[in-house]
Every structure is written in C-alpha cells, then in structure tokens.
T-cell receptor, first 116, second 109 residues
Framework: GAVVSQHPSRVICKSGTSVKIECRSL??????MFWYRQFPKKSLMLMAT?????????EQGVEKDKFLINHASLTLSTLTVTSAHPEDSSFYIC????????????FGQGTRLTVV | SQQGEEDPQALSIQEGENATMNCSYK?????LQWYRQNSGRGLVHLIL?????REKHSGRLRVTLDTSKKSSSLLITASRAADTASYFC?????????FGKGTMLLVSP
C-alpha cells in the first residue's frame, strides 16, 4: 500500500511552546489529508480535514488558532500545536487520501506529544 | 463527530477461533472501512466496502454491510495471536472519515 510518513514519532515540549508535526505522502499525491487525535484506549477523533491549497475544515470544538493546519502541497501537510499545554498531550495521527472518497486513506505512524 | 459504534468493546478468544466485530452508524455513507491498530501505533487499512456492496472478502477477513440497518460486521476466521489489536470501523462521507470507538481483540495462544 501507499506510504504516509509522519514526523516526529515522539516529542516532549515545555508548556507554552509550539510543536510542528509533519505528514508526508511518499508515493502518491494526497488531495485530502485528515488529522486525528487519540486519547489512551479511545478512538480517533477527527480534528480537521484539509485539501491541498485551501483552508482546513475544522470539526466542532477544535480550536483553529490552537491547531494550525497547513496543506501547502500535494505531499505535505503540517499540524502546529501552538502554545501547548499539558492537556494537549495526546497521540496525533495524520491520514492521506489520494483520490475520491471511494478510495482508502493511508495513515502515518502517529506522533506522541507530551507537554510538560 | 463520531459516527461508528463498535460492538463489543473488547473481545477475548483463543487462537483458531473466529472473531466477529460489529459496527453501527447513524447517517448515510459512501463507504465503510475497517482498520487495525496495534498499541500506540498508526492504523492499517484492512478492507473497504462500498455502500452498494453487501459482502467482501480479503484473506481471513470477511466484511458485511447492511445499509438498511446501518451496520457492518468484520469476521476474522482462524484467529492468530498476531491478530491481537484494536479494530475500528470508519465511515466515509464526501469529505470526512470518522471512526467508531473500536473493539479491542485479544487472541490467546
């Protein structure tokens, strides 16, 4: 299957700093990328959907100014957690889809963010 | 918003037995997908079934979809210890892919 690379896999940062997570589709052009957040032993919560070249669509309850999403190219999307706080500690996973809604999405390996 | 609801939440079986997980959803979908996640890792796509399909097979996996009942099931036959993982259904709309709460499957040797 197609490969989606997410980086970094783990990050520990101080409260108040910003963290950027990258999601790259390595062998296909990702027209749509999804960002999810997962709490321990819980399901994936969709945070936002982004299409290349346009603004991300955020789910209800997700702060746009806190979780900045950029999808500047067909192979790269970034999620920046701004002014991180301990409650932002979580597992963040990106997903990329190269075609229409009827195609599968491929997932990165996730980023474990710990804010201390 | 979360749409899929898996059932059961956790399932514990012996190697060689079959495992069945169910997923129910609320609104119309374009397709439904099943994913697997090992602890603390990313998701692996297992199978996609379109809204006009009723059953699909892939190796030891069998997925059914009943759009009238808004439900799907995932059957893993002849389970192995390596099948131990969390399994999620995801419903695809036009521009979203939303996940259910998942079923934790434990297969004991």
């Amino acid at each position: 299957g197609a490969v989606v690379s997410q980086h970094p896999s783990r990050v520990i940062c101080k409260s108040g700093t910003s963290v950027k997570i990258e999601c790259r589709s390595l062998d296909f052009q990702a027209t749509t990328m999804f960002w999810y957040r997962q709490f321990p032993k819980k399901s994936l919560m969709l945070m936002a959907t982004s299409n290349e070249g346009s603004k991300a669509t955020y789910e209800q309850g997700v702060e746009k100014d806190k979780f900045l999403i950029n999808h500047a190219s067909l192979t790269l999307s970034t999620l920046t957690v701004t002014s991180a706080h301990p409650e932002d500690s979580s597992f963040y996973i990106c997903s990329a889809r190269g075609g229409a809604v009827d195609t599968e999405a491929f997932f990165g390996q996730g980023t474990r963010l710990t804010v201390v | 918003s979360q749409q899929g609801e898996e059932d059961p939440q956790a399932l514990s079986i012996q190697e060689g037995e079959n495992a069945t997980m169910n997923c129910s959803y609320k609104t119309s979908i374009n397709n439904l997908q099943w994913y697997r996640q090992n602890s603390g890792r990313g998701l692996v796509h297992l199978i996609l079934i379109r809204s006009n399909e009723r059953e699909k097979h892939s190796g030891r996996l069998r997925v059914t979809l009943d759009t009238s009942k808004k439900s799907s099931s995932l059957l893993i036959t002849a389970s192995r210890a390596a099948d131990t993982a969390s399994y999620f259904c995801a419903t695809a709309g036009y521009s979203t892919l939303t996940f259910g709460k998942g079923t934790m499957l434990l297969v004991s040797p």
